[in-house]
């Protein structure tokens, strides 16, 4: 029986065939010269075991392929690992040589990389150390910290398909440019000024636009913790790495979710930045141009002090020199200091929380994750209030209609390229091919729906001053990140919860909550429909399939409030914890 994928309007997608050409061979090539990329001493000589016998590999199970020094390498965090190399107790040599080898099993479980440039990246490790050894300090904030990047972001000597095979061998598609292999991103130069090292891009779907991260090159990027489970789109494949402890840090791009569900669906902290604050400037990207709502990059790892160091440290290279569009704005050390001395003052905190978007009803674990939170926070005498902003779902109406300003011209000429199949998830968006484009006045109409809803959101929140009980706004917003803890691979998905921020270009953290456990998140026998669709979408929850899956959430603060989101989400993630792991003592 043939799939369907659902949009938000529950259109079934049409049937998108392509004729059989040379698109396969590439991409086999392709493939293989990843695979090729791996020394031998680092290849898997057993058959990958099934998800079925082992659904989670994360953890302990790599272990039995790693030394003991490359385990503790690899399982220390970012701040750690940079303070270790900094202190001269790791040489970056043996740092990068661990994540290297952890990134190549990483790939081979759960296929999350497109670039392998190991041998370079030791090169580089090596210069570090002798910088090291000659000057007696480190080179940069970042010195020896490997960094994994989203396959978006060009490097110097590697290429960028971005999940095309008609890009494999072109600079974005366009033969004889002179940037093939030759151009690097704005992040990436910065990323090397502060003594990064870089080893590694990661999957992405093809066009960027998918819950789920799938290519005609390197096929699914399945889900670390339940392989039953997809690891999340676009920035699928840094979701996966650094979920297996393949990269301590990485960056990701976020349009209407893609590090925000990677990040959740893996049991991470990510940021999507306000746009402006990071550096964007010469990335690969899918409808390059369209600026009502823009995708902006920002980090994914373990921990919020690991994302406030790589703000930090991108920051002091004053990125506004170099990007036009990022704004004139350092690192505020005041605004952490005044957020941590906030959180830690016992005054009274009021956090906004949202349930249900009004459109589709999240799934169990969900529901139980926001109220573990909950009882977390009045425990430490806060309060929650109900959120009900302007409405969620002509939020996801203006960020739907920019998709396809162009028709759908950008990634059909893409595809085109090679004449490779578009993937079923992305079909309902796009179709089998490029349509009408919209007139400037149909744009300009949703430039203004757009500035509209910014700012009825934006009053919202102010009128909690009233109703808070302090006096201020409520500090934050809690609410889903997606109605599932993830999307499975060809079953109807709901992105509402992450693309109706977007349309806001507000600052949000992602925040690992829990586990699903399928004793405990049992299917709501007495769930009542919003629609046909949020039916179809709570008929998906089968508590065995998602049993053991990370549960996450969304933290939602205002325009550049990257400094004080990442403290809250610090103190939210922490408070939870504590409360988590008393609560089971007492049982």
């Not at 791996?38 to 590999?57: K, L, S, Y």
């Not at 151009?183 to 080893?199: D, K, N, P, Q, W």
């Not at 505020?332 to 957020?339: G, K, M, S, W």
Request: a negative charge.
């Amino acid at each position: 029986m043939k799939r369907q994928y659902y949009s938000l309007r529950s259109t079934p997608v049409e049937s998108i065939m392509s004729p059989e050409v040379d698109w396969k061979a590439k991409a086999a090539a392709k493939a293989a010269s990843i695979s090729d990329a791996i020394p031998e001493t680092w290849r898997i000589p057993e058959p990958i075991v099934t998800a079925d016998a082992q659904r989670d590999i994360t953890g302990p199970y790599l272990h039995k392929y790693l030394t003991g020094d490359e385990i503790e390498i690899t399982e220390t965090n970012a701040v750690g690992i940079v303070r270790k190399v900094a202190d001269g107790e790791w040489r970056a040599e043996t740092v990068a040589r661990a994540f290297c080898h952890r990134a190549a099993l990483a790939h081979q479980y759960v296929s999350c990389l497109h670039e392998v440039f190991f041998d370079a990246a030791i090169q580089n490790a090596v210069a570090l150390d002798e910088y090291y050894r000659q000057h007696g300090k480190p080179i940069g904030p970042l010195h020896g910290l490997p960094v994994s990047l989203k396959d978006q972001m060009h490097v110097k000597g590697v290429e960028t398909t971005m999940g095309y095979v008609g890009w494999i061998g072109t600079f974005q598609g366009k033969q004889g440019t002179g940037l093939e292999k030759q151009f690097e991103s704005e992040i990436v130069t910065e990323l090397r000024s502060l003594g990064a090292v870089l080893y590694c891009k990661t999957s992405v779907p093809q066009t960027l636009m998918s819950a789920e991260t799938m290519n005609n090159i390197i096929g699914y990027t399945f889900n670390p913790k339940n392989r039953n489970l997809s690891s999340g789109g676009s920035s699928g494949g840094e979701g996966a790495l650094i979920s297996l402890r393949g990269s301590p840090i990485g960056f990701g791009t976020d349009y209407s979710g893609s590090i925000r569900m990677p990040a959740a669906f893996n049991g991470l902290y990510g940021i999507r930045p306000s746009s402006g604050r990071l550096p964007y400037q010469g990335m690969a990207n899918s409808m390059d141009g369209q600026n009502t709502v823009l995708s902006v990059v920002g980090p994914l790892s373990h921990s919020p002090a690991d994302l406030r160091l790589m703000l930090e440290s991108i920051l002091s290279r004053q990125p506004w020199l170099h990007d036009p569009a990022v704004v004139e704005m350092p690192w505020r050390p005041d605004i952490v200091q005044a957020t941590e001395k906030l959180v830690h003052s016992g005054q009274r905190l009021v956090f906004g929380m949202m349930s249900c978007d009004g459109e589709v009803q999240p799934h169990p674990p969900i529901l139980r994750a926001l109220a573990l939170v909950q009882k977390a926070l009045n425990c430490q005498g806060h309060d929650i209030i109900d959120w009900a902003p302007p409405s969620h779902k002509l939020a996801v109406d203006i960020v739907q209609t920019c998709w396809l300003y162009d028709g759908g011209e950008d990634v059909h000429h893409s595809f085109g390229l090679s004449g490779e199949p578009i993937a079923e998830q992305i079909g309902w968006i796009y179709g089998s091919q490029a349509r009408e484009q919209m007139n400037a006045s149909d744009i300009a109409r949703n430039n203004v729906a757009k500035r509209d809803y910014q700012k009825e959101y934006m009053e919202y929140w102010n009128s909690t001053s009233e109703t808070s009980g302090t006096g201020r706004p409520v500090e934050a917003v809690i609410m889903p990140a997606g109605e599932a803890v993830a999307t499975r691979q060809g079953c109807a998905t709901y992105g509402g919860y992450t693309t109706a921020l977007s349309a806001l270009d507000w600052t949000v953290v992602t925040i690992p909550i829990t586990t699903v456990d399928k004793d405990v998140d049992p299917v709501n026998s007495s769930f009542s429909s919003l629609s046909d669709f949020d039916a179809l979408i709570q008929q998906g929850y089968i508590p065995e399939t998602y049993d053991g899956a990370h549960v996450s959430l969304q933290l939602l603060g205002r325009r550049f409030q990257e400094e004080k989101l990442l403290v809250l989400a610090d103190y939210i993630g922490k408070t939870v914890a504590s409360y988590i792991s008393t609560s089971l003592g007492k049982k």
